[in-house]
């Protein structure tokens, strides 16, 4: 299938979409929570030198199944300058997850919260009436896809984690407003890569094999022969000529990316879906990419995409997941051979590994932010340190 177009009404010309686009309609994967879901307000600790714990500790990774998916979102009213960090699980779920905060970050609170939704969400509909780009304040719905659709590259697991951080300063100041949800759950990608490794190994021997044609070539002997009625100077012969795609990115590097779509395929498989709406100026999607631009993906980058509609608003409520199977099909025959380099079928969800989730799943822990972050402390302990050790915070968990 092709990717939608839509007219930019700044410009009038065509701006590309994602995948999430064939999504809001009803693929999609559904908690299936029958007792509704639990909420949970969290307040990180501040440190201002070391690693944070969910970097030392993995992070909370570990998930039961699709109907206990679970999300991490940022609040921020137009009204205050304050973001609000708050998680969501099945009531079941609830206490697991408090502790896993609790525990892989020294000092995090975790309290119960009373609102399902950011107050400002409801009335939100009425910014939709006039082109978004011709207004001050602007309401802009979007996700997160990985650009060259590449599913099992790797993250960089040892990178800062500073996605969280860079995202909260794209939502700073009075006015504006936004609703930034990270929602995952677990999802078996990992036939889907394996096939796609057999086949990405394949072209590349294909491309070094290089292809056999059919080349006239000119005998001179045979002159004697034509000019006697017997023979033709004119032969045909095969030879083999490179590969149209030799030197291409495919070419040079496809094994490596194979050999990461098997070792990827070895591990407990996640899907997450990173989307959601803001209030802003123009600039605004500018500032979101930037954050983006902070996680980094081996042979890939995370992109901003911009959805004309609010029906993103009833994934955001729901915490429902695209549901990638379609796409992960398409690739894993080798869909994303065909055009290299020319534009590929992107995928509405990224798949991760428990060991890459915190990678993007993380709370923040800049000093910067302090004041608009509701941090524990007004200043920073180092993870292992002597102080730090004597200080206990205790979280208060969810009952």
């Not at 996605?163 to 995952?184: C, P, S, Y």
């Not at 822990?365 to 340190?385: C, E, F, K, N």
Request: with cysteine; hydrophobic share 40%; proline share 8%.
């Amino acid at each position: 299938m092709d990717m939608p177009f839509v007219k930019d009404p700044e410009t009038g010309k065509p701006v590309f979409l994602g995948a999430f686009w064939f999504f809001l309609g009803d693929e999609r994967i559904e908690p299936a929570d029958p007792l509704g879901r639990s909420f949970l307000r969290i307040r990180p600790p501040l440190l201002t030198t070391g690693r944070s714990g969910t970097e030392e500790r993995g992070g909370v990774g570990s998930i039961g199944s699709i109907s206990s998916s679970r999300t991490l979102e940022l609040w921020k009213e137009p009204v205050s300058d304050k973001v609000e960090i708050v998680a969501t699980t099945s009531p079941q779920d609830a206490e697991v997850f408090a502790r896993e905060w609790a525990s892989a970050y020294h000092g995090c609170r975790v309290e119960s919260c009373d609102r399902s939704e950011p107050a400002w969400v409801s009335h939100a509909s009425s910014l939709l009436a006039a082109p978004q780009q011709d207004q001050d304040k602007a309401l802009w719905f979007f996700d997160a896809e990985q650009t060259h659709a590449l599913p099992g590259c790797w993250f960089d697991t040892e990178q800062p984690r500073t996605l969280v951080d860079a995202l909260i300063r794209a939502l700073k100041g009075r006015g504006r407003a936004g609703w930034i949800q990270f929602a995952w759950a677990d999802f078996d990608w990992t036939h889907y890569l394996e096939a796609a490794s057999m086949i990405l190994q394949a072209k590349v021997e294909e491309i070094e094999r290089g292809r056999e044609v059919t080349v006239p070539r000119f005998n001179p002997a045979g002159l004697t022969g034509l000019l006697g009625g017997g023979g033709s100077p004119i032969s045909m012969e095969r030879k083999t000529v490179p590969h149209e795609a030799a030197g291409s990115t495919i070419h040079v590097h496809g094994r490596a990316i194979a050999k990461e779509y098997f070792e990827k395929a070895q591990h407990p498989p996640l899907i997450l879906s990173l989307r959601g709406m803001v209030i802003g100026d123009k600039h605004t999607p500018d500032h979101l990419q930037g954050a983006l631009s902070t996680v980094k993906i081996s042979y890939d980058y995370l992109g901003l995409f911009h959805y004309p509609t609010a029906r993103m608003i009833r994934w955001l409520r729901k915490r429902d997941i695209p549901n990638p199977a379609k796409m992960l099909e398409l690739h894993a025959r080798g869909g994303f051979l065909y055009d290299w380099g020319k534009g590929r079928e992107l995928i509405p969800a990224l798949c991760l590994t428990p060991e890459e989730l915190p990678a993007l799943v993380h709370l923040p822990s800049d000093p910067g932010l302090l004041g608009v972050v509701d941090y524990t402390r007004a200043s920073g302990l180092p993870i292992g340190s002597e102080e730090a050790g004597k200080e206990k915070v205790g979280p208060a968990l969810w009952r």
